[in-house]
């Protein structure tokens, strides 16, 4: 069983960065695709970004000049940064993993971690 642990979140001003990690163990994280979702207040979850395990990107339909999903494999952890903060990037952003790309991709991926909490300053 593979455990996702996240961090990184935390209150930021409008215009500011951050970067959030995604720590896997209890199985081979390093082939697994990895991704993030974000729920933001009162809306559904949404997809963000997933990297291959072989680090091919792919985004959501989310701002992607602002958003970069990254890996360190020999730690088996992946990592979003978020530049240029707004108000509306404001929600819970979950990491995901699957065995298989399309796992994330279609928004059904076989681990979740337990979110962490971003929110951005006006």
């Known amino acids: 069983q593979v455990q996702l642990v996240e961090t990184g979140g935390g209150l930021v001003q409008t215009g500011g960065s951050l970067r959030l990690s995604c720590a896997a163990s209890g199985g081979t994280g390093s082939q697994l695709a990895m991704g993030w979702f974000r729920q933001a207040p009162g809306k559904e979850r949404s997809f963000v970004a997933v990297i291959s395990s072989t680090g091919g990107p792919y985004y959501g339909n989310t701002e992607k000049a602002r958003f970069t999903i990254s890996r360190d494999n020999a730690n088996n952890t992946a990592y979003l940064e978020i530049r240029s903060l707004k108000p509306e990037d404001t929600a819970v952003y979950y990491c995901?993993?699957?065995?298989?790309?399309?796992?994330?991709?279609?928004?059904?991926?076989?681990?979740w971690g337990q979110g962490t909490q971003v929110t951005v300053s006006s």
């Open positions: 995901a993993a699957d065995r298989l790309f399309s796992g994330i991709v279609s928004r059904q991926p076989k681990f």
